[in-house]
């Protein structure tokens, strides 16, 4: 079993998440930051997963076009797609509904909020502004979903046997 994680992250929760994420599954996993590298052939990878953050209600451009540009065979992997965020519950459902297309979404095997992290260190002047002004927030903070990691790569790891049905 070979995995692609593919993600963009902007200030790196998102690939601390992937990282993580890698330790739980099985088999050969290979992790790609598509701001720093392209992936063109998906076809030796069995399972894709697909990971962006989100700032002003947006995933990376990048995780889009990937998404955009390999569709069909994106739909007929074993696919999941996940976000990182700070908005929790119905917000960021909305969120990770936005981020990626309704047919993908549909085909995953795992789809996920896995949480998200607020890090002043690697954070600009106007981000800074933006995140005190908008989320109270003052501080360096971590609300990243370990066990929701852990349930995301489960579902992916679950094997279908169509003969639990006659159990
Ligand atoms: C400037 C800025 C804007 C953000 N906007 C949103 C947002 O609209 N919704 C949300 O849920 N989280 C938002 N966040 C929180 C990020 O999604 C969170 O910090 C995430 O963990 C970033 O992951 P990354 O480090 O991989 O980019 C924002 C963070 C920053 C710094």
New binding site residues.
């Given amino acids: 079993m070979k995995t692609l994680i593919t993600y963009c992250?902007?200030?790196?929760?998102?690939?601390k998440t992937a990282t993580e994420l890698k330790q739980f599954l099985g088999g050969e996993v290979l992790l790609i930051n598509l701001k720093k590298e392209a992936v063109n052939d998906l076809s030796s990878f069995d399972r894709i997963i697909v990971g962006g953050?989100?700032?002003?209600?947006q995933i990376q451009k990048k995780i889009k076009e990937f998404c955009n540009e390999h569709y069909e065979t994106l739909k007929n992997k074993e696919l999941g797609l996940f976000i990182?965020?700070?908005?929790e519950g119905e917000?960021?459902e909305i969120?990770l509904h936005d981020a990626f297309p309704e047919g993908l979404l549909l085909s995953a095997k795992a789809t996920a909020c896995l949480g998200?992290?607020?890090?002043f260190n690697k954070?600009n002047f106007f981000?800074k502004l933006?995140?005190k002004k908008v989320s109270k927030v003052e501080n360096s903070v971590s609300h990243l979903n370990h066990d929701a990691i852990k349930r995301f790569s489960q579902q992916m790891n679950q094997i279908f046997n169509p003969f639990m049905f006659f159990v």
């Fill in positions: 992250t902007t200030h790196g929760c998102t690939e953050s989100i700032h002003a209600g990182c965020c700070m908005e917000k960021a969120q998200g992290e607020f890090d954070m981000q933006i995140v």
